[in-house]
């Protein structure tokens, strides 16, 4: 018989990785809950009309679509925010705002490579019925305040701008096919200079504009130097509603703590329909692919049901995630909480253990037992590598004494109780 593989693009999760996994799920979902955003889940399958709505023939052609038994034409999901547009203009007595969030997994048929998978999980938070820069501002202090919980505050940066200030750009500097030109730009850090400048030439970019464009877009601003970067450009856009909106916002997160972020021209996130500020998180290395991504995309909702939702919300995908986690060595399970081992010695030791597991189990505590001959030490190490914090060694003497011998996983301190302390524990 052959032997039966995973497919190329999934991974499988041991407890290892899993244990860590669901403790940074947790940190999302508190996140998310502090800033008042309530959960949804939606079904993993969906029409695969509604992606040809939203996104056209390009993410259609990277999705995991089959007809079913009653030949419609079913996907499963490639991402989140056409599940939820769905179920917000399916209620009509939903009163908004309406802040939601979940964690679905997603499927995309493309090629596997570092930091993207075929299958993975993706945080999504949304924020539909306001337009004020504070509800901007709040996504963006969400996906912070996620990477902050997680230990990672100073290791990455926010890369924010606006997509109609920089169509107003592309505008004035000649650009004909503003669309195209957008496309173009979402690819800025991915391929050469000359390709960027021959296709935005294309577009109607030309001689010093270009040059100058080119310039702007290789640039990151910090805000104090926003206004100053717009002034080199050459235009005449100080008094920009959308340039003093996206001014407005990243100086709200500012005073607000949240302050690694900057003004990155080339971020436009390339999809056609994003309307005002968009922004894109990175490690600060520059080593992997965006952490979160997201803007505000108020006439999306228009393609659904012909009437306009203000919106705004941000995806983050679990696999870049990880690889950055990982690489600033804070992928590890975190042992907030105290969880027992128990080793009971001999027949009547091993009944006592039962005993005491259950009366843990009651009291809210993590407890196993040992129920193999090992003996103590190798006990000791098998609990270690299950990542328990404490042991409860049974044996005779404790029998003898109805007490317990506690030790410590972590540190190898020991101690003795009563039995009757065990609620303490």
Same mark, same amino acid.
Request: aromatic share 10%; proline share 3%.
């Given at each position: 018989?052959?032997?039966?593989?995973?497919?190329?693009?999934?991974?499988?999760?041991?407890?290892?990785?899993?244990?860590?996994?669901?403790?940074?799920?947790?940190?999302?979902?508190?996140?998310?809950?502090?800033?008042?955003?309530?959960?949804?889940?939606?079904?993993?399958?969906?029409?695969?009309?509604?992606?040809?709505?939203?996104?056209?023939?390009?993410?259609?052609?990277?999705?995991?679509?089959?007809?079913?038994?009653?030949?419609?034409?079913?996907?499963?999901?490639?991402?989140?925010?056409?599940?939820?547009?769905?179920?917000?203009?399916?209620?009509?007595?939903?009163?908004?705002?309406?802040?939601?969030?979940?964690?679905?997994?997603?499927?995309?048929?493309?090629?596997?490579?570092?930091?993207?998978?075929?299958?993975?999980?993706?945080?999504?938070?949304?924020?539909?019925?306001?337009?004020?820069?504070?509800?901007?501002?709040?996504?963006?202090?969400?996906?912070?305040?996620?990477?902050?919980?997680?230990?990672?505050?100073?290791?990455?940066?926010?890369?924010?701008?606006?997509?109609?200030?920089?169509?107003?750009?592309?505008?004035? /500097?000649?650009?004909?096919?503003?669309?195209?030109? %957008? *496309? !173009?730009?979402?690819?800025?850090? @991915?391929?050469?200079? &000359?390709? =960027?400048?021959?296709?935005?030439?294309?577009?109607?970019?030309?001689?010093?504009?270009?040059?100058?464009?080119?310039?702007?877009?290789?640039?990151?601003?910090?805000?104090?130097?926003?206004?100053?970067?717009?002034?080199?450009?050459?235009?005449?856009? /100080?008094?920009?509603?959308?340039?003093?909106?996206? %001014? *407005? !916002?990243?100086?709200?997160?500012? @005073?607000?703590?949240? &302050?690694? =972020?900057?003004?990155?021209?080339?971020?436009?996130?390339?999809?056609?329909?994003?309307?005002?500020?968009?922004?894109?998180?990175?490690?600060?290395?520059?080593?992997?692919?965006?952490?979160?991504?997201?803007?505000?995309?108020?006439?999306?909702?228009? /393609?659904?049901?012909?009437?306009?939702?203000?919106?705004?919300?941000?995806?983050?995908?679990?696999?870049?995630?990880?690889?950055?986690?990982?690489?600033?060595?804070?992928?590890?399970?975190?042992?907030?909480?105290?969880?027992?081992?128990?080793?009971?010695?001999?027949?009547?030791?091993?009944?006592?253990?039962?005993?005491?597991?259950?009366?843990?189990?009651?009291?809210?505590?993590?407890?196993?037992?040992?129920?193999?001959?090992?003996?103590?030490?190798?006990?000791?190490?098998?609990?270690?590598?299950?990542?328990?914090?404490?042991?409860?060694?049974?044996?005779?003497?404790?029998?003898?004494?109805?007490?317990?011998?506690?030790?410590?996983?972590?540190?190898?301190?020991?101690?003795?109780?009563?039995?009757?302390?065990?609620?303490?524990?």
């Amino acid at each position: 018989m052959s032997k039966i593989e995973r497919l190329r693009g999934f991974k499988d999760y041991y407890p290892e990785d899993m244990q860590k996994r669901e403790e940074i799920f947790s940190i999302m979902r508190n996140a998310a809950k502090s800033f008042g955003f309530l959960p949804i889940d939606y079904p993993s399958l969906e029409m695969l009309e509604i992606y040809r709505i939203k996104s056209g023939d390009e993410l259609v052609g990277q999705t995991y679509n089959f007809k079913d038994k009653s030949k419609r034409e079913i996907t499963l999901i490639p991402e989140a925010t056409p599940s939820t547009m769905r179920m917000l203009v399916s209620r009509k007595d939903l009163v908004k705002p309406v802040k939601w969030y979940n964690i679905p997994k997603l499927w995309r048929y493309e090629e596997p490579q570092s930091g993207r998978n075929r299958e993975h999980y993706q945080f999504n938070a949304d924020y539909f019925g306001e337009t004020g820069i504070e509800i901007d501002a709040e996504l963006i202090a969400l996906a912070c305040e996620t990477l902050n919980r997680m230990g990672l505050k100073g290791m990455y940066v926010v890369r924010v701008n606006h997509r109609k200030l920089m169509e107003k750009i592309l505008s004035k /500097l000649g650009c004909v096919n503003i669309q195209s030109s %957008i *496309s !173009t730009i979402d690819h800025f850090r @991915k391929e050469s200079i &000359e390709t =960027i400048g021959n296709k935005l030439r294309d577009d109607g970019v030309v001689d010093d504009n270009l040059n100058r464009l080119l310039n702007f877009l290789s640039k990151s601003y910090p805000v104090s130097e926003i206004q100053n970067s717009i002034k080199d450009l050459g235009l005449d856009l /100080l008094e920009d509603e959308d340039f003093l909106r996206m %001014i *407005s !916002t990243v100086e709200f997160l500012f @005073k607000n703590g949240y &302050e690694d =972020i900057v003004y990155d021209p080339s971020t436009v996130r390339g999809l056609s329909y994003y309307t005002g500020i968009v922004f894109e998180g990175f490690d600060v290395d520059g080593k992997f692919r965006s952490i979160f991504g997201g803007g505000r995309y108020d006439n999306l909702s228009q /393609l659904f049901e012909g009437q306009e939702i203000p919106a705004v919300g941000f995806g983050m995908g679990d696999a870049v995630l990880e690889n950055l986690l990982k690489e600033k060595n804070l992928w590890k399970v975190d042992n907030g909480h105290s969880s027992y081992f128990l080793v009971g010695m001999g027949r009547e030791g091993k009944n006592k253990a039962a005993n005491l597991l259950y009366k843990l189990r009651r009291n809210g505590k993590t407890a196993v037992m040992e129920n193999s001959e090992r003996n103590i030490s190798n006990s000791l190490k098998h609990a270690s590598s299950m990542n328990f914090t404490h042991a409860i060694i049974i044996g005779e003497k404790e029998l003898t004494e109805r007490s317990l011998t506690i030790k410590n996983l972590i540190n190898g301190e020991q101690k003795k109780i009563g039995e009757n302390e065990l609620d303490e524990l």
